[in-house]
């Protein structure tokens, strides 16, 4: 250990000679909390330190295998872990930025630096010597005396090796290499292609009935839009809540269509083509798992999660479907008669007319929608409310500091403190959608938990969204649906900032993708508990507590066009195996392999052309590649956790503990299925989710 810490200082000191102290990352950060210090990070510093931070990992790597002593679990496993001090900063804050900060500038230093990355992390796993001393010590483990978590740590760390490579021998390593740099290149290429095709899309309106039926919130938003550009009138872009706005509110179905097929429209043909990428993502993911023996890229990511195999996901998939799709064709009949029945001139229901009805046909039935529940949702007493939820559970607090740098005017940074007062984690919120942001919703990590030799790191977190900004005159009023996001999300952070491990890479979200969707899935939950409700949802211009009868009406449209829903997501999910079970290469249109792919779960086919999996970022560029069923398979879990969760009441402290003593504090220190069954008692069953969705009593 002595030995990598010299070989640390010796690069440290031998680049802060050679570079000064310009570069933050080339240095011990001074700021409050050791957090990133944001405010100094320029475009120019990313490269510099990631070669330098791949100088002193390899250094650190060659004292590991010119080790002469015997290998060790201290000596190669754990010293292999703390290696990439460097790296693990600089990676950090450049992947934040890429995804919410994303610049011309910052897309070319990407572009350059991909394939230094590929290249680095397999030199890492195709590293013989190296390897050899992680076998040994896996070869050895159960003589070891090691505690589970140790255990736990070695098994993945050989399990890692063996999936990137290790075993491979002369052309075959050669051949890994070129493949995983070329899937670096690809899904880098995909990205910024889906980023730039949704931000060339604008549509400018200058006549008010054009845009009769849009809320008054609408349209100061896509005036302000407007007012940046320069432009008199209203503009609307393919962001989630200005396209979400025209598709749910907008009478002119004319502008309904136009949004609706350019956003289904994205990366298709044209300057930033996505179809060719899918070709040659899906055909090097087909490669590199044939070079390890398997016949699709299912097979070879499938072994390691919770499913184990495409045929149990086929499994989950059908048996949703089963009992789902009769009732989305019932459905979808239910959207048809409302425009029989209200329209002069009736006509067939077509995919940009979905939100638009479902929104009127919504407020028939239940007296609500959106523009009703929009004002009790004000965006910073959502926050405390949800803040206050884990509170509530855990005990844990949340408080705003000036003090921590952040990448945005826009975002705000929190310490979070446990029941004692101790701190423990820093939360980082960044709410809002900008240009240089991609679309959805994500948790990540900035730094994991861990606690090695006594030093313990304390996690720091983001959680992303990209929800209906202020206006002018109004504060950020949030969807019913934004609520459940920032819930899902939270829950996403929950996992990160409660962990409580040893060993950083088996800390907080480091789990099998399948299970990693519980603990945000589960929080979504409390967003029909009127307790909860109750506890933030006020007015944002009276104060006026959320009435109960609204409240009732949240919880009574709750399953409202549940299997459309479901369905949707089955369809994404057949997709995702239908592209990763070939076992050919694939070569055909991808808008007609699509339509095949999810037309067993689909009632109201897209129309011809519009195709998303040329901007379907999970798949092709967000790491859920054979893994988009993990949200079905998950929600599962999440519902059968929280009928017992909530047995006994919605804020069951006891409970609370359980969930996360066995599920949000332990990472991947244990196999899922073992830790769900530690808190629940049992496998999860299916009958929750039908029992909530109202399929079966």
């Known amino acids: ?140 483990r159960n003589a070891l005396g090691l505690n589970a978590e140790q255990l736990r740590l070695v098994e993945e760390s050989y399990d890692s090796f063996l999936n990137s490579g290790a075993t491979l021998q002369g052309e075959e390593r050669e051949k890994y290499r070129e493949l995983r740099a070329k899937l670096s290149q690809l899904t880098m290429t995909f990205g910024q292609n889906a980023l730039k095709a949704t931000n060339a899309f604008s549509k400018h309106v200058t006549k008010i009935e054009d845009l009769a039926g849009m809320p008054e919130g609408e349209l100061a938003k896509a005036a302000a839009k407007a007012q940046k550009k320069g432009l008199e009138g209203w503009v609307f872009d393919l962001s ?138 004000e965006l910073e007493k959502v926050k405390a409310g949800v803040f206050g939820l884990a509170n509530k559970l855990y005990g844990i607090r949340f408080e705003k500091c000036d003090k921590i740098q952040v990448w945005n005017d826009e975002v705000d940074a929190y310490e979070v403190f446990d029941e004692k007062g101790n701190f423990i984690a820093i939360v980082y919120t960044d709410f809002f959608p900008r240009d240089s942001k991609r679309a959805g919703a994500w948790m990540n990590d900035i730094k994991p938990q861990s606690n090695i030799n006594g030093k313990r790191e304390y996690p720091f977190i983001t959680l992303t969204m990209n929800f209906s900004p202020a206006t002018a005159d109004k504060p950020a009023l949030l969807t019913f649906d934004e609520v459940t996001t920032f819930l899902h999300e939270f829950g996403h952070g929950l996992h990160g900032l409660l962990s409580d491990v040893t060993y950083p890479s088996l800390a907080g979200t480091s789990v099998a993708r399948d299970f990693v969707e519980l603990p945000s899935q589960i929080m979504e939950n409390w967003a029909f508990e009127k307790e909860f409700l109750s506890e933030f949802a006020f007015h944002y211009q009276t104060n006026e507590l959320i009435p109960m009868e609204l409240v009732q009406k949240i919880v009574d449209a709750g399953n409202f066009n549940v299997a459309r829903n479901c369905c949707r997501q089955l369809s994404f999910g057949y997709l995702d195996m239908a592209y990763h079970t070939i076992t050919e290469p694939f070569n055909a249109d991808v808008v007609a392999f699509e339509k095949e792919a999810w037309k067993t779960t689909v009632s109201l086919p897209s129309p011809e052309g519009c195709c998303m999996s040329t901007a379907f970022t999970h798949l092709f560029s967000g790491g859920y590649a054979a893994g988009y069923y993990s949200y079905k398979w998950s929600e599962i879990l999440a519902l059968d956790a929280y009928d017992y969760y909530t047995e006994r009441a919605i804020f069951d402290t006891e409970r609370a503990a359980s969930f996360r003593e066995n599920v949000l504090s332990k990472g991947n220190t244990k196999d899922p299925q073992e830790l769900y069954r530690q808190f629940r008692g049992q496998d999860a069953s299916i009958d929750a989710m039908l029992r909530h969705n109202g399929i079966i009593k």
Not at 45 to 74: D, R, S, W, Y
Not at 268 to 286: A, Y
Not at 334 to 363: C, G, R, V
Request: charged share 25%; with cysteine.
């Open 1 to 140: 250990m002595k030995i990598k810490h010299l070989l640390i200082m010796s690069s440290i000191i031998a680049t802060l000679a050679s570079c000064g102290e310009s570069n933050p990352f080339l240095r011990e950060y001074t700021t409050y909390r050791e957090t990133p210090p944001f405010e100094e990070v320029k475009t120019e510093h990313f490269k510099p330190a990631f070669l330098e931070g791949f100088k002193q990992q390899n250094a650190e790597i060659e004292a590991i295998v010119n080790n002469p002593e015997a290998p060790t679990f201290e000596n190669t496993i754990v010293a292999f872990e703390e290696t990439g001090e460097i790296l693990s900063k600089v990676s950090a804050v450049f992947y934040t930025y890429t995804n919410s900060e994303m610049t011309d500038e910052l897309m070319a230093v990407e572009g350059e630096l991909m394939p230094l990355i590929s290249e680095h992390y397999s030199n890492i796993t195709l590293n013989e010597k190296l390897f050899a001393r992680v076998k040994a010590v896996y070869e050895q």
């Open 240 to 377: 989630a809540p200005s396209y979400s706005g025209v598709l749910t509110y907008c009478d002119n179905r004319a502008l309904r269509e136009e949004m609706y097929r350019a956003y289904n429209l994205r990366a298709v043909g044209g300057e930033f083509d996505n179809t060719s990428v899918i070709k040659e993502i899906v055909n090097t993911r087909l490669a590199l798992a044939n070079l390890f023996g398997y016949k699709d890229y299912a097979s070879y990511s499938l072994k390691d999660k919770m499913a184990k195999n495409s045929e149990n996901v086929y499994n989950m998939l059908d048996q949703l479907r089963e009992a789902y799709f009769d009732v989305n064709v019932k459905e979808h009949q239910a959207i048809q008669n409302f425009i029989n029945k209200n329209e002069a001139k009736p006509f067939k229901l077509e995919a940009w007319d979905w939100s638009y009805y479902s929104n009127k046909l919504q407020t028939e039935l239940f007296d609500i929608n959106d523009e009703i529940l929009r004002p009790y949702f």
